[in-house]
């Protein structure tokens, strides 16, 4: 290995270095060029050199970002920080030293490097990552860098794009995501400070991140929580009227408005005791629902957590294992359209081999293959979709599950519309009328392909005639109440993020997973914690552009300029630097206040933690989770403890504790969960004499 090394170093002198943003690229990238190759490993990294037609060339590969954004100042405490440096990765974050041997392998290949070819991710961050690496890696002019186009990992597609590549004109991409990683941390670092250090002041320590797209997100969030915390619920009454016809039962519920008194809901019910109603109107109409688009990825996340649960982050990543593998195009795109170039006759016919979607796609060859489009288009990517390539049997379970959502998408949007007759009744009963709903698919269209992930038809109807008289079995009142607004959940606030226009593609999923990971938020239906209020609270009274979407949607603008070529990086910066010293500004004059609001909400958080509900023996003190200062373990005990209450209970020592607020019906004792590694929660009653044990 090493004799082959150093030949590589020594004689192969006009060399094309090709730079991958993953190692399974650069894979890839070898067996597309279809030469003479051979692999060295160099201290665990695989460096690929291929040699075709005369034509030599080395592949190597990065893993992510190599070089980032940081402060060269020392101490973390102060801010405002403006002067920034790109450094290594490895010099800013210790857990990432292995990044200095790529970057020591990619400058060895680099020195006698005849061209380079970035071919990172085509989008800002691989634009970026490729930019960057031939600027202070291989210490080159980034304008006289080749770029290589492609959207997925199959050989056709990568030799295509490798024989294409372009000079100089990705520069301004570049320099868009560039800006974007210097304002995101501009913002990020001086405000996580700012708060962390107000905080300090209160003699304690704890990471306070907001950045600015953070700020907005988590507004939405609270916004929401408050319109459900302020909302006012009231009583209505509903009336239904169970019916039958040729032994067929269905509903038609009061169509008089709403009931809002109990007398009247009374009155209404005992006027409408009657054996028969009559059908007073029926009306049919015949409805054409049109194919879905084709994926995006933000349509992708909102499918695959409506379906599966999902999170957006979690679908990301299977999405690009998926991509790696050569099996569908690049996820991280906002394209609905799938252009004639794909090839769409080539993947269907290939994706025939696959069982389960040969008859579907038999029946779609049968017709002129014009996939259904949506308006959203992205320069750099189509819509995601499978590539036809068939090596699908060692997926794991989730990625398999992801693909075939993708293919029968992309199935879908050759079929025909579904055709469905929609049916409405009003049945009179005595003087009040009543109203019934049903539908009938007549032709299920696209639906056949897409069937597992279609929403469920309502309830059909009998075959209704206008006048005839309907028996009613029974008249039903029930007291409701009207129901506050919903909490989010991550589908929904992606779909807000992505309307408001903040954050990109990109980024939107990792921002929602920080709002998690900083205790800002919880719970799978959002809900703020307190620590989020308090920090949202803050930064609303004393900087209120952090929480607003204007000023984030004003540089997404910018950004979008810098990529046009219509402004430069420096004036973005620049107008970025002068709202934050704005900003800091008022948030220093207030820093002790901030400080004791957060640490106070923290405290709150923590104790809610720990606390499992009242004491079922004292009645008076609170259990919580205790854990002992000699023997470390974790266990159960009263508050109380100093009046006398000697309540306690052992819990398991491992695994995570999830807190609910349900009591053991047995014994009255809290429920908790107790979640261990690669298997499903265990709900457990806390008490260890719990009656229930016992049997």
């Known amino acids: 290995m090493k004799l082959l090394l150093t030949f590589l170093l020594d004689n192969v002198k006009k060399h094309t270095l090709i730079i991958c943003e993953k190692p399974n690229v650069a894979k890839h990238i070898t067996n597309a060029l279809n030469g003479k190759s051979q692999i060295v490993n160099i201290q665990g990294v695989n460096v690929y050199y ?57 400058k060895n290949f680099s ?31 980034p304008k006289e860098y080749f770029r290589a186009k492609f959207s997925t990992l199959t050989s056709e597609d990568l030799n295509k794009a490798l024989s294409s590549t372009s000079k100089g004109l990705t520069v301004k991409l570049a320099e868009a995501g560039r800006t974007r990683h210097i304002i995101d941390f501009i913002w990020g670092v001086n405000i996580s400070r700012a708060l962390s250090n107000a905080y300090k002041l209160t003699g304690g320590y704890k990471t306070i991140s907001m950045g600015r797209v953070q700020g907005p997100t988590l507004s939405y969030i609270i916004e929401q929580e408050i319109k459900i915390n302020s909302f006012i619920t009231a009583p209505f009454w509903n009336i239904s009227a169970k019916l039958i016809k ?11 408005g709403t009931i809002n008194q109990k007398s009247e809901a009374t009155r209404i019910k005992k006027e409408c005791k009657m054996k028969y109603g009559k059908v007073v109107n029926l009306n049919k109409t015949i409805t054409h629902q049109l194919p879905p688009n084709p994926f995006n990825i933000s349509d992708l996340q909102k499918e695959a957590y409506r379906y599966f649960k999902y999170s957006p982050s979690k679908t990301l990543n299977i999405a690009e294992k998926l991509y790696l593998k050569a099996l569908i195009s690049y996820p991280r795109t906002s394209s609905q359209k799938l252009p004639n170039s794909i090839n769409c006759n080539k993947i269907l016919n290939n994706l025939k081999k696959i069982n389960k979607y040969s008859f579907f796609i038999q029946e779609i060859l049968k017709n002129s293959l014009t996939p259904k489009e949506g308006d959203k288009h992205d320069s750099a990517h189509p819509a995601i979709y499978p590539t036809g390539e068939i090596q699908i049997n060692n997926l794991e379970y989730q990625e398999e599950k992801l693909y075939d959502l993708i293919v029968r998408r992309f199935l879908a949007t050759f079929g025909k519309p579904e055709i469905k007759e929609k049916i409405s ?29 279609k929403y469920s038809e309502k309830n059909n109807l009998p075959n209704l005639k206008e006048g005839e008289s309907i028996e009613i079995l029974k008249i039903n009142s029930s007291e409701k109440f009207t129901k506050s607004p919903s909490r989010l959940n991550q589908n929904i606030l992606l779909e807000k993020m992505e309307k408001e226009g903040i954050g990109t593609k990109s980024t939107r999923a990792d921002i929602i997973t920080t709002l998690y990971t ?9 809900k703020a914690t307190e620590i989020g209020f308090a920090v949202y609270e803050s930064m609303k009274h004393y900087s209120p552009e952090i929480t607003s979407n204007q000023m984030t949607k004003k540089i997404e603008n910018y950004l979008e300029q810098i990529e046009s070529g219509k402004i430069n990086s420096y004036d973005v910066i620049e107008k970025t630097v002068d709202h934050l010293l704005k900003s800091l500004e008022s948030l220093k004059l207030a820093e002790e206040h901030i400080g004791y609001k957060i640490k106070s909400a923290n405290i709150n958080s923590l104790v809610k933690k720990i606390t499992l509900g009242k004491c079922p023996i004292c009645k008076l003190g609170q259990l919580r989770i205790i854990r002992s200062i000699k023997t470390k373990k974790r266990f159960v005990g009263c508050t109380n403890y100093k009046n006398g209450c000697k309540t306690s209970a052992p819990l398991p020592q491992k695994g995570d504790l999830n807190l609910t607020s349900k009591i053991c019906d047995h014994c009255g004792w809290p429920i908790i969960y107790v979640k261990l590694k690669n298997r499903y929660n265990w709900k457990l009653c806390v008490n260890i004499d719990c009656p229930s044990k016992k049997k």
């Open 518 to 526: 900083r205790e800002y938020i919880q719970n799978e239906n959002i």
């Open 111 to 141: 020195t006698h490097a005849e061209n380079f070819v970035n071919a990172c991710d085509y989008d800002l961050e691989g634009e970026t990552i490729g930019y960057n690496i031939i600027k202070y890696c291989c210490n080159k002019d």
């Open 50 to 106: 291929v040699n075709t037609s005369g034509k030599e060339y080395i592949i190597c590969s990065s893993v992510g970002h190599l070089y980032s954004i940081s402060d060269p100042g020392q101490k973390r405490e102060f801010y405002p920080v403006l002067d920034l440096e790109w450094y290594p990765i490895n010099q800013i974050n210790k857990n990432k030293r292995y990044i200095h041997k790529y970057i020591k392998i990619i």
């Open 246 to 256: 040729n032994k067929s039962i269905f509903i038609a519920n009061f169509s008089g």
């Open 425 to 453: 009744a009003i049945i009179k009963i005595n003087n009040q009328n009543f109203k019934a709903f049903g539908e009938i698919t007549i032709n299920k269209g696209w639906t056949d392909y897409y069937n597992l992930y």
